[in-house]
């Protein structure tokens, strides 16, 4: 037997640091929301017990046990004590250490696949339970619907849609490592976003308050390592784009547009400018 779940990207559409923790880690309060680019992630028995096997269509993810999906797999098999063999095949699509979320989105789609395969009965609240110790982002991608997250990641209360919206994801060619920019977080520094007053736009389905309160406190740390960011922002705006913002640490960049035509337009203009754009639906 197989199973396959998708594994969608996820962008940010506020992102406030608010603190330190005691234990390392930076408190959050977000607003996330998932997109229709999507990795496909396949479970399947096989007659090795004890075998975590990860086979992706993709070169630049680990085939080992530094895969979220494999740390996934083998969080089930020790919490329930599975001796069963599995092979994981990840069909990759959302570009790595882009801010996406991919390796967190392939990790719950791993956990809600296995939940199926061994017939575990395990709710969504419990695999998000879980998925907190792969880490931060899995929780929100156990559920893969807006919602406002808070903690590190841990806390997730699903809220409606925004509005459907087509958004134009811009990846540089290089990737950002999300610790190396939460270490140069300075909180005397740092812009805040008000989240409450996005999440009120969100709800009330009101597209043009949500983008006058799109924001992102990491946005002008990863652009000061990295002004291409700076770059691709401003090239979006002036070609009309609704709402332009970097998605969690970056690099990539999304741009959010009411009209189809419009923007077709913008991804084929900033097609020449970035080699990896994907045009895309809010889901
Ligand atoms: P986030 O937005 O949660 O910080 P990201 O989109 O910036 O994530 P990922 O694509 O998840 O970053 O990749 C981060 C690192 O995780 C990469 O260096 C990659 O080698 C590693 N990794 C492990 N498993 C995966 C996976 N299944 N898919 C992508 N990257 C993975």
Same mark, same amino acid.
């Given at each position: ?32 929301? &998932? ?21 992706? &269509?993709?070169? +630049? ?9 494999? *740390?996934?797999?083998? =969080?089930? *098999? *020790? ?36 939940? =199926? ?46 509005? *459907? ?8 060619? +290089? ?6 920019? +939460? ?7 740092? &812009? ?29 740390? &990863? ?12 090239? =979006? =705006? ?34 020449? +400018? ?10």
């Amino acid at each position: 037997m197989e199973i396959t779940e998708k594994a969608p990207a996820k962008i940010n559409l506020g992102l406030d640091v608010i603190g330190k923790r005691s234990d390392g880690y930076h408190e959050l309060d977000m607003i996330m929301a &998932s997109v229709d680019l999507a990795d496909r992630v396949t479970v399947r028995e096989i007659p090795e017990d004890d075998v975590i096997r990860i086979q992706s &269509s993709s070169s +630049f993810v680990p085939l080992n046990k530094k895969n979220h999906a494999y *740390k996934a797999a083998d =969080l089930l *098999k *020790k919490s329930f004590n599975i001796k069963k063999g599995v092979e994981i095949y990840i069909d990759k699509k959302t570009p790595v250490a882009a801010g996406l979320a991919g390796g967190s989105s392939d990790a719950a789609a791993t956990l809600r696949a296995l939940n =199926l395969l061994w017939d575990l009965k395990l709710s969504l609240p419990e695999l998000a339970k879980l998925g907190e110790q792969i880490g931060s982002d899995v929780p929100y991608c156990v559920y893969g619907q807006t919602a406002r997250v808070t903690g590190r990641g841990e806390s997730v209360r699903p809220i409606t849609n925004p509005k *459907k919206s087509w958004v134009i994801l811009v990846k540089p060619e +290089f990737g950002i490592s999300t610790p190396d920019i +939460f270490r140069a977080v300075d909180l005397a520094e740092i &812009s805040h976003p008000d989240i409450m007053a996005l999440e009120t736009a969100v709800a009330m389905a009101d597209f043009p308050e949500m983008l006058a309160q799109l924001g992102n406190s990491l946005e002008a740390i &990863s652009i000061g390592k990295y002004p291409l960011i700076e770059k691709i922002k401003q090239r =979006l =705006l002036d070609s009309g784009a609704d709402g332009v913002l970097m998605s969690g640490s970056g690099p990539t960049v999304f741009a959010l547009c009411q009209q189809e035509k419009k923007a077709r337009r913008i991804c084929n203009g900033i097609k020449g +400018f970035c080699d990896e754009v994907y045009l895309v639906r809010m889901l």
